[in-house]
């Protein structure tokens, strides 16, 4: 797909590039953006490999992998690779630059140099050739991992690419181990915010996936029937691969009930977070979520992922110390309130999903009328298809209430802030 978005932006490269293909079943692609406030449009017919519009803007395409191993081939190819580099000054990288390789591939370099060839282009592209300094051993290109390769020449073309850019990238993770997959993505995020950057990236690595927008990501297939599917979020996207979300947080509430939901909550607010977060519940209430996030907070471990206590309403106070579920009092008298007033005027705009919809609802709700709030929950999750399916349908009917809406919007804030 970045072959034909690169043919569509009219790069000079895109027709004899052997690496930046066309989808077979791509019939055409159109590209708009706007630059310095002026609008532009592009279109490139597969079918003719005809364009039309032009891109007022620089666009790079870098195939890390594909590219690095056209490098090594050429070089290969020399009897004495090192003669290749005579005569030529080598261009450091730059501190900055050493570090992110160090970095992204857990190792310490003392230095990391660039010599640009020129000969294998008719019109002077550099080719690089790269020597390394690492734990007191001296080596070259040739002697790189693949990884360490694609790494270090990543990191060098970005860059060299010019500020404003479009970049498109594909698959910048080959060859690399899943932490450095993710490490990769980090120092990627932070050249395009240096450089001004705009990327387009396919990857199937969770690291990438994981970092973009909520609403940038755009999952492709070609079999059995192509298909391009947009307005995902990144957790679905993550899931359709196959990739197990990456937990970010434990959340401690108060108990089972709240735990569930809290997690409802979620689920119907904010999805890309509830797939990042774990919920747990204390045995022994408030004062066990104060205690469990103490204890949780001063093990190692807590360094790897944020842990937070999520009190009920009715210990809301001042501060932020903790974020608190929706009203001010426990979660199932905030459901059982909300219920029994859709009981009395029967809003017609809802209809829960229970055998039997609303008509079983209302049954049940008058049946149980009176019990303890507790009681209530176990007496109808009973008859209503259990406690998880029960609180389910009881969340988003109360996330219809607008203070309960915003008490839930609020809840989600200060839960982003603290999500790693």
């Known amino acids: 797909m970045l072959g034909a978005i690169l043919r569509c932006l009219g790069d000079d490269q895109a027709e004899s590039s052997t690496f930046a293909r066309v989808p077979y079943w791509l019939a055409g692609i159109t590209v708009k953006g706007s630059y310095h406030g002026e609008i532009w449009e592009a279109h490139y017919d597969c079918a003719s490999a005809t364009r039309s519009g032009t891109c007022p803007i620089p666009v790079v395409y870098i195939d890390a992998s594909a590219e690095t191993e056209r490098i090594l081939t050429l070089i290969r190819q020399d009897d004495n690779p090192g003669d290749l580099v005579e005569g030529i000054d080598s261009a450091p990288f730059f501190a900055e630059q050493v570090d992110l390789l160090s970095y992204v591939l857990r190792r310490s370099y003392t230095e990391v140099n660039v010599f640009e060839i020129t000969a294998f282009s008719e019109d002077d592209t550099p080719t690089p050739f790269f020597t390394l300094e690492s734990m ?52 990627v995020v932070g050249i395009v915010v240096e450089r001004d950057l705009t990327v387009v990236v396919s990857s199937h690595s969770p690291g990438f996936i994981h970092r973009l927008p909520l609403d940038h990501a755009i999952m492709l297939s070609a079999s059995p029937v192509p298909l391009i599917r947009s307005g995902l979020t990144t957790s679905e996207v993550a899931q359709h691969l196959g990739l197990q979300p990456a937990r970010d947080a434990i959340l401690v509430v108060e108990d089972v009930v709240a735990a569930e939901f809290l997690a409802s909550v979620l689920d119907h607010t904010a999805p890309d977070l509830a797939s990042k977060v774990s919920i747990k519940f204390a045995e022994s209430g408030e004062s066990g979520v104060r205690r469990t996030v103490a204890e949780l907070k001063a093990s190692e471990s807590s360094t790897a992922f944020a842990v937070l206590g999520v009190l009920d309403g009715d210990q809301r106070a001042e501060g932020a110390e903790f974020g608190y579920l929706m009203g001010d009092v426990a979660p199932e008298e905030v459901m059982r309130d909300l219920a029994a007033a859709w009981r009395a005027d029967a809003d017609p705009e809802w209809t829960p999903s229970f055998p039997g919809g609303r ?62």
């Open 359 to 420: 008509h079983a609802l209302q049954l049940a709700l008058e049946r149980y009328d009176g019990l303890d709030h507790h009681d209530w929950v176990i007496e109808l999750s009973r008859v209503l298809g259990g406690r998880r399916k029960f609180v389910d349908e009881m969340a988003q009917l109360c996330l219809r209430d607008p203070s309960v809406r915003d008490q839930a919007e609020q809840l989600v804030k200060w839960l982003r802030e603290r999500v790693r």
């Open 136 to 187: 007191g051993q001296k080596y070259d290109l040739t002697q790189m991992g693949r990884g360490e390769l694609a790494a270090a020449y990543l990191i060098w073309r970005l860059g060299a690419v010019e500020k404003g850019s479009v970049v498109l990238l594909e698959e910048p993770e080959s060859h690399l181990a899943v932490f450095s997959q993710q490490a990769l993505a980090e120092v």
